[in-house]
């Protein structure tokens, strides 16, 4: 008799394997290969090509995909399952797309950041066969994660406002992004949810909001990077030379033990640093900056304080060195990079809470009579190309006594779309639960060996909790 060819364990059903196993249980001299062989036989499942199974799996988020058109028919069901709610299109969209886990993440928190639950669907623990038993409705609703509460439904719907806050801060506070790559996932896989209720009317009424939120997409993607960069770059060897020298995140008030390697090297790094601010000032700071700036050392007398108040600066614009300083650089300093200008107004971060005042001060921070500063700092020329208008800058800002500013440590940056909204704060919230009987069994003094009494339709009986002693152990 000829021998069934080999059946690979993965091209198999569950349920063929069960029979195999039990096949070759009752059968010991059949293997369990032969007998898997021998109950596929001529019904050998055949495997899923590469490009319909694992990371190579097309998921719908592809630069050059596009959902198919709509037959009419298709096109009133959708308008009749839609209008009007948002959640069946939630199970669609995500029904017609391969959301790899980090996509999935990103994806779920921005929903819930919107207001939607997120939960766990039904299908986690079932098995291929299963799936396979369930009509497109039933997988569909099974796959379901997303959940609006009824209580949320009267809610104001802004699907820009909410991406808005969403990319602006708590996207970067919480996935912390370090490549573009991971900026743009998060913007296309929102545009693409975007596009996908655009193309079924799922809310007519939000179109314009809707392709504004498009344009916010395209907006962050570009901004946000270059905030990243900025913040690991920044703030660049003049300002990081100013702090050290004259006050802020970078100065060093301990001096180190006399004759030390450490203060060997602290003594280079100080030359290093005044050799830069000298080479700034004179060579980019106007006139009367540079001569008193030199007048304050000779003196010692040069110093800084900084400005209260403010949480940073919001940027007005950003000016390339002139010919003229690219000159004087070329000539005089040439291992050091040339500095251009920034000119930016003070920023108060919203998110923040006012600083002390007296409910004189109050009134007049609420009429918008909250005193504004303009500064003028000298930025490195690398730097630059990463700084736009309408960028929002939180750090420390201080001003030399010679009438230059300098900026400190960034502690974060902000788009010009940065917006303040309350959602964040319920990302962690959790609906209330009864606790009356926990409260009840706390008050009468619960033990762990405690019973209670049922009484049954037939006859009472005792009912011992778990860990408790029997009523046959006496």
């Known amino acids: 008799m000829a021998r069934p060819p080999l059946v690979e364990v993965q091209d198999a059903t569950n349920e063929q394997i069960r029979d195999a196993m039990d096949l070759a249980r009752m059968n010991p001299n059949l293997s369990f290969s032969d007998a898997l062989a021998s109950t596929v036989g001529k019904k050998r499942a055949r495997r899923r090509p590469k490009s319909k199974r694992g990371n190579g799996k097309p998921t719908g988020f592809e630069e050059y995909f596009a959902d198919g058109p709509l037959t009419p028919n298709e096109h009133a069901e959708m308008l009749e399952i839609f209008n009007p709610r948002i959640e069946e299109a939630l199970r669609r969209f995500q029904f017609r797309r391969r959301i790899e886990p980090a996509r999935l993440n990103m994806f779920s928190k921005y929903l ?46 802004d699907f820009d406002v909410v991406l808005r806050g969403f990319m602006s801060s708590y996207f970067i506070r919480c996935f912390k992004p370090e490549t573009e790559e991971v900026i743009k996932m998060a913007t296309e896989t929102i545009k693409n949810f975007y596009t996908y209720l655009l193309q079924r009317d799922v809310c007519p009424e939000y179109t314009d909001n809707m392709l504004q939120a498009r344009k916010t997409c395209d907006l962050a993607a570009k901004e946000l990077w270059l905030n990243v960069q900025l913040m690991r770059e920044g703030p660049g060897p003049f300002n990081e030379s100013c702090s050290m020298l004259f006050g802020g995140a970078f100065f060093q008030s301990k001096a180190p033990f006399p004759g030390s390697e450490l203060e060997k090297s602290r003594k280079e790094k100080m030359e290093h640093a005044r050799d830069v601010v000298r080479s700034a000032i004179a060579g980019a700071g106007s006139f009367e900056q540079a001569s008193r700036f030199q007048k304050l050392v000779n003196q010692k007398r040069i110093s800084a304080k900084k400005v209260l108040d403010i949480d940073g600066f919001d940027i007005l614009s950003v000016i390339q060195p002139e010919a003229g300083v690219l000159e004087f650089y070329e000539k005089f300093a040439p291992m050091y990079d040339a500095v251009g200008r920034v000119k930016a107004v003070s920023f108060r971060d919203p998110a923040k809470p006012d600083p002390d005042m007296s409910p004189e001060e109050r009134r007049e921070w609420n009429h918008g009579k909250a005193p504004k500063y303009k500064f003028e700092f000298l930025v490195d020329k690398a730097l630059l190309p990463l700084m736009y208008p309408g960028l929002k800058v939180i750090s420390g800002v201080w001003e030399l006594n010679c009438g230059v500013y300098y900026l400190d440590e960034i502690l974060s940056i902000y788009p010009t779309f940065y917006t303040v909204i309350a959602n964040g704060m319920m990302m962690k919230w959790k609906w209330p639960r009864d606790l009356t009987f926990e409260d009840e069994k706390k008050a009468n003094g619960e033990s762990k060996n405690a019973v209670y009494w049922t009484t049954d339709v037939d006859a009472p009986k005792q009912t011992a909790r778990k860990g408790s002693p029997s009523e046959g152990d006496g």
């Not at 919107?114 to 939960?119: A, D, L, N, Y």
């Not at 497109?136 to 959940?147: E, N």
């Open 112 to 157: 819930k950041y919107g207001g939607v639950e997120i939960g766990a669907n039904i299908t986690s623990g079932a098995n291929n066969q299963d799936l396979k038993n369930m009509t497109k409705d039933q997988l569909m609703q099974a796959r379901a994660m997303a959940k609006i509460q009824k209580e949320r439904a009267t809610l104001d719907v």
